[in-house]
């Protein structure tokens, strides 16, 4: 593969892996912290109805980037041009910076919603956002070392 086809199936390979990792953690919010645990809801300042269509928004917006995700990554392996290294580096990344962005501009600066109500805040905010910055190291890590496409792994 030429290097101009090597960049764009690497940019296109963390695109993929982006959006899927942007999707997979609001999924997971989503339904742990909004259905399973009730937590609290993708907008909680107007009352629980305007919250569970807040939440419905929030769940299709997430689907919506897997869904996108898949199908650049689909293209891209149809293409024997899929850089793996890539798409998980932007899976860590998009799934790090959702949580940091999360955790500090939607819950902090915006004031949509809190983790948890009637608690010491500290501890979940810490724990949300560190693991957030993992993921972002993580992805980091991943994006700056050797990758290649899995065209270039078949001979």
Do not use: C
């Amino acid at each position: 593969m030429d290097t101009t086809a090597t960049r764009a199936a690497t940019g296109r390979s963390v695109l993929a892996g982006v959006l899927i990792g942007v999707g997979v953690a609001a999924f997971l919010d989503e339904t742990v912290f909004h259905q399973l645990l009730h937590w609290h809801h993708f907008y909680d300042g107007a009352g629980l109805e305007a919250g569970l269509v807040s939440d419905g928004v929030f769940h299709a917006g997430g689907w919506l980037a897997i869904v996108v995700g898949l199908f650049l990554f689909a293209d891209l392996h149809r293409r024997r041009a899929t850089v793996p290294k890539r798409v998980w580096a932007g899976g860590f990344l998009g799934w790090g910076v959702f949580q940091v962005y999360d955790g500090l501009f939607q819950h902090k600066v915006l004031g949509l919603h809190q983790i948890r109500y009637e608690v010491d805040l500290l501890p979940y905010d810490l724990a949300w956002n560190i693991s957030g910055a993992v993921g972002v190291v993580i992805g980091v890590v991943l994006l700056l070392g050797p990758a290649r496409p899995i065209a270039g792994d078949r001979a």
